[in-house]
């Protein structure tokens, strides 16, 4: 049975840190990439990050370029996705999914998420 749980997640004030979780289980984790997303009310879901199946190749969207690191734990069966110098505009749920998402974790199934708020 598949399964991604995101945590890590919580309040922090602007310029602090997060460092986001994602263990996944029911696939054979160290075969795939890995991306995670977030999406803020209102908003689409985007893409953030992604890192390929050895954790050799990483890449980021500009937006979070040089503030966000994403790492993978294939022992663990872990993603994680360190998070400085966070800006309110960076709240949202954060999700994680293997690439391709559809194939490997089946149409439509995303993990619970983990929620980033930025206040001060």
């Known amino acids: 049975q598949v399964q991604l749980v995101e945590s890590g997640g919580g309040l922090v004030q602007p310029g602090g840190s997060l460092r986001l979780s994602c263990a996944a289980s029911g696939f054979t984790f160290s075969r795939y990439a890995m991306n995670w997303y977030r999406q803020a009310p209102g908003k689409e879901r985007e893409l953030v990050a992604g890192i390929s199946a050895a954790g050799s190749v990483t890449n980021y969207i500009s937006s979070v370029k040089g503030r966000f690191t994403i790492s993978r734990d294939n022992a663990r069966n872990t993603v994680y996705l360190q998070m400085n110098s966070l800006k309110p505009e960076d709240m949202a749920m954060y999700y994680c999914?293997?690439?391709?998402?559809?194939?490997?974790?089946?149409?439509?199934?995303w993990g619970q998420g983990t929620q980033v708020t930025v206040s001060s």
């Open positions: 999914r293997p690439v391709p998402g559809d194939y490997v974790v089946g149409r439509g199934y």
